[in-house]
């Protein structure tokens, strides 16, 4: 299949070149082209050829040598065993001379043990006190550490020999043997103490400028860990070859030595340095941990001088940089973790988020590779804190709110106390302010944060409790004003100043949420603004709702205390002046409203005392029985007269004269002719519309009509509607309020 195949990619190579007939002339130059190519390739495959052979022949060649070289020493070797093996057999004297060698070598072994004995109690007084030198001073220079180091490896060297000679003595001669070299083990304890408590202040020596103490630190640590090795490598062939030959050697047979690991434990006590460090610092501010986070500016400082004055000191493959970031990144990892799970306040949390950020930054900027901080710091998870601060806020706030608002009602309620007067001499009590202080303390912690997001979710809870304290006091004002109609000798006195009070509060707070709106507004882009401003908007449309909840029962006591002379209106003691009486009332409770209630919310009761008396008094007239003409018309002059002038006394009297109009122009229709009523009502229908059924019962109502005067009345009057197509004006007026009983209804009220 691959000749089949050849042809077909020849002929397609071809094709490739000879696309046109025009291409058959330039076939000489590519035949050139293609040569050329061809005598390039083969060049490079001779010169490869080439190397490759040579590179085999010097191959061989050395694997000759190496095979003559294992030849002679095993021949070699083979000799020398064979020596080994029998030495009788070319020395008569061999036995002789064996025993005394050996008698020698045990004079001299015990006279040298002997005098290391005798030695070495003055050798370890000298080191001690030298130790101790260096020891009291843990960050000084360590003049005497190789020195001291030196002389107990000796030492330790002819503790593991002797130890191990003795291993053939009685069990009486190694207790001995222990017990004199106990103070020798105490001191090696001791000194192994001293070069991990360097390894723990490695930075702080180097910091104190006595760097080289750490490379005197590094080369003992070198050196035991080839003697660890050493040690290692014995025990391993003690293990894999046969004891008769390990004997052979005396290093096997007098290594007693015991693995120091003086690297690993090192690294360990910088782990464990680093660990300690963060521990204290954080125990140091643990009831303050906003200055815990602000004063962490040392782990940087660390790294820095780590990097530039550390490593140096130490050999490459320590890689001792990379074991100090990532420990310090797993202690302040494990402090933040424990620090997030003491249920810290809110603020807290957002200044943690805060550092957080700032950390990333900062070993960005100290260009520490990121494989050296991982784990991230709580896992990645930072942004749990901010989901954690807010449900703390809603918590908190949920908690101050419903503590403040239950005090607050329970004045409320029991009235056992008048309300507090403020600086303005106005009614008031501290919810305002104190709810206030609660809420701009977590919105300039949340304005603190620099996230709009954050800003803005904190206004939307704190206009959530805003809602909900003011939906239980717009409840608490139904409730008592309930209590206050149904029972009044059972419920405690007040309400009025109460009531007054709780007014003022909903306006002082619509004015702190203002000047909250004020001051975030520009603190957070459009995409937020809007946010905080429907929120804030919201909550202040609340407060006012409830101050209007207020005022509304302040005028509904009034027209409760007035219900008897109200509903005596139009009757037959009507004509004997009982506005008198009205008026009278509502003066009374005017001068306490006037006194302790705010100004801009006096104004807006008056409007709506004066609306309240214009329904109540056209009500009664449109379920009026029948009127004494003309002095029902005198009467109500003298009512519109008296109602004047008291409102005159709250507002301006051009505003009042206002409102009474519809009252004139019902007197027009009062008074007014038979045949003339079309035109009163055409006055009054231009302005408050037809209000057919109203007009209809005023007519009736009229005792100078009798029922055929009154059907021509109201035939003339449709009449004009149709014609000039009346209707209800755009904004409705105060007639829309009016309320007309039905025939049997009005019956009922008469009788």
Known sequence: MATAVAPASAAQAIGEYLQSPDDLAKIPAYRKKLEKEKASIDARLKNGVKEQLQTTREGLRKLLNTRDNVQSIKDEMVAMERQCM???????????????????????????????????????????????????????????????????????VFRNHTMHKAKQASPSSRANLQQRFERLNQVIAAFDDYILMLARNILSIVRAGHPDVVVRLIKIAEMEGKEDEKAAVIRLVKKAAKWSAA????????????????????????????????????????????????????????????????????????????????????????????????????????????????????????????????????????????????QLIIRKLDEWSTNLLKTEIAEFTKREEPPEIDSDGLYGTQGAVILFQMVNQQVDLATESGQGAILARVVSETNRVMKGIQDQWVKTVEIEFKKQIEKPDEVAGGLVEYCIALANDQIKSADYAEALLARLEPLVSEKYRVTITERLNDAIDGYLDVAKKCTQTLIDMILNDLKPATK????????????????????????????????????????DLLDAFLVSYLNAL??????????????????????????????????????????????????????????????????????????????????????????????????????????????????????????????????
């Open 622 to 751: 449109a379920n009026s029985p029948k009127l004494k003409m003309p002095a029902a018309t005198d009467r109500i002059r003298e009512d519109v007269g008296l109602a004047f002038a008291f409102f005159s006394t709250l507002k301006p009297a051009k505003e009042v004269e206002q409102s009474f109009e519809v009252i004139e122009m019902i007197l027009s229709l009062l008074e007014a002719s038979k045949d003339m009523v079309f035109l009163s009502f055409w006055s009054f229908a231009k302005v408050h519309g037809p209000n057919i059924n109203f007009v209809e019962g005023l007519m009736k109502a009229r005792g100078d009509l009798d029922r055929s005067a009154v059907s021509e009345v109201m035939e003339s009057v449709k009449r004009k509607v149709k014609e000039e197509g009346l209707t209800d004006p755009p904004e409705p007026t105060i007639m829309k309020k009016v309320n007309i009983q039905n025939s049997f209804s009005r019956f009922l009220r008469t009788n």
């Open 86 to 156: 029998d030495p009788q057999n070319t020395v008569s004297t061999f036995d002789q001379i064996s025993r005394v060698s050996m008698v020698h070598r045990n004079f001299e072994s015990t006279e040298e043990m002997v005098n290391n004995l005798v030695e070495m109690a003055e050798k370890l007084e000298v080191i001690e006190r030298l130790l101790a030198q260096d020891s009291a001073n843990i960050l000084g220079p360590a003049e005497y550490l190789l020195f001291i180091h030196y002389q107990l490896n000796q030492l330790e």
């Open 247 to 390: 004997s052979k050697f005396k290093s096997m047979q007098a290594n007693a030595r015991v693995i120091k690991h003086y690297r690993s434990k090192i690294t360990k006590a910088i782990t464990e340095s680093i660990k300690d460090k963060f521990q204290e610092a954080y125990k140091r501010d643990e009831q303050n941990p906003a200055t815990f986070l602000s004063n962490l500016g040392w782990v940087y400082q660390d790294i820095i001088r780590i990097e530039e004055d550390v490593v140096p000191c130490f050999p490459v493959d320590y890689e001792i940089y990379s074991l100090y970031v990532r420990e310090y990144h797993k202690a302040l990892n494990a402090t933040i973790k424990t620090l997030a799970a003491s249920g810290p306040e809110a603020g807290v949390l957002l200044a943690l988020f805060e550092w957080l950020k700032e950390y990333k930054a900062n070993m960005k900027e100290l260009n520490v590779p990121s494989d050296l901080l991982e784990p991230s710091l709580l896992d990645g998870k930072e942004q749990s804190l901010i989901e954690e601060y807010l």
């Open 568 to 607: 005596s209106l139009f009757q037959q003691v009507w004509y004997d002046g009982i506005v008198v009486q009205i008026v009278e009332t509502m003066r009374d409770y005017m001068a306490d409203y006037q006194s302790y209630l705010n100004p801009s919310l006096l104004e807006l009761l008056i409007d």
